[in-house]
C-alpha cells in the first residue's frame, strides 16, 4: 500500500510541477505573436472548406470493412496456436467467428456499400 501513495504522490508532483513550469515560462514571454501567426498554416490564408469536407462518405464503408479483415487475419494467428492444442473445439469456434464476420460483410454487399458511383 505504501508503494501505490508513493507512487501516486510522485506522479501528482510531476503533474504540478511540469504545469507550473509551463506557466512560468508563458508569462515571461515578452514577444506578442502578431495576428498573422494565429491564422491556419503558419500564417497562410485560411482555408476555402474544412479539411473533413474533403472525404467522401463512400470512404468509409470501405475503411470499415477494411479493419473487419484486419480484425479477422489479427485473429487468425493466435488460433491457428490454439488449434494444435484444442483441436476440433477451436475449428468450431473460428468457424462460428468467421460466419458472423462473413454475414456482415454480405450485409455490407446487399446494402450497396462495396459499389462505387
Do not use: C, N
Not at 46 to 60: F, K, T, V
Not at 63 to 74: D, N, R, S, V
Request: cysteine-free.
Amino acid at each position: 500500500m505504501d508503494a501505490f501513495f508513493s507512487i501516486l504522490i510522485v506522479s501528482a508532483v510531476v503533474f504540478v510541477s511540469s504545469f507550473s513550469v509551463v506557466w512560468f515560462l508563458r508569462q515571461r514571454d515578452p514577444v506578442k505573436h502578431p495576428w498573422s501567426a494565429t491564422l491556419p498554416v503558419l500564417g497562410g490564408p485560411i482555408p476555402p472548406a474544412h479539411a473533413w469536407s474533403q472525404y467522401h462518405i463512400r470512404y468509409y464503408p470501405m475503411a470499415l470493412l477494411f479493419i473487419a479483415f484486419e480484425m479477422e487475419m489479427m485473429f487468425m494467428y493466435p488460433w491457428a496456436v490454439v488449434y494444435v492444442k484444442e483441436g476440433v473445439k477451436a475449428l468450431m469456434e473460428m468457424g462460428m467467428f468467421l460466419a458472423i464476420l462473413s454475414l456482415g460483410i454480405l450485409y455490407a454487399w446487399r446494402e450497396g456499400a462495396l459499389r462505387w458511383q
